[in-house]
């Protein structure tokens, strides 16, 4: 009899990035919205991004962190979830 397959190794690997944009507004300009904040922890990494408006400047932050980990079966779901939440925002 063979035996069922219930773990699946996941190359998840231990690195972090982070960027921050900064764009100089015309003088007078007025923002009047920016995008919500967003801050994501899982056990897989953890993502954040915000923006704000500072002295004239627009500002733009973004930091992804991704643990070294394996995944079991049971996390599977998970860690495809955190992948297909954030693979536009990683890059």
Same mark, same amino acid.
């Given at each position: #009899?063979?035996?069922?397959?219930?773990?699946?190794?996941?190359?998840?690997?231990?690195?972090?990035?982070?960027?921050?944009?900064?764009?100089?507004?015309?003088?007078?300009?007025?923002?009047?919205?920016?995008?919500?904040?967003?801050?994501?922890?899982?056990?897989?990494?953890?993502?954040?991004?915000?923006?704000?408006?500072?002295n004239?400047?627009?500002?733009?932050?973004?930091?992804?962190? #991704?643990?070294?980990?394996?995944? /079991?079966s049971?996390?599977a779901?998970?860690?495809?979830?955190?992948?297909?939440?954030?693979? /536009?925002?990683?890059?």
């Amino acid at each position: #009899m063979v035996q069922k397959l219930d773990w699946v190794a996941c190359a998840v690997g231990g690195s972090h990035d982070s960027a921050i944009v900064r764009v100089k507004l015309p003088e007078g300009f007025k923002v009047d919205e920016l995008p919500a904040a967003v801050k994501i922890e899982t056990c897989f990494g953890n993502y954040s991004s915000s923006f704000e408006v500072t002295n004239g400047l627009l500002i733009f932050t973004r930091n992804v962190s #991704m643990r070294a980990t394996a995944a /079991g079966s049971l996390e599977a779901d998970a860690n495809r979830s955190w992948f297909s939440r954030n693979a /536009g925002r990683v890059l």
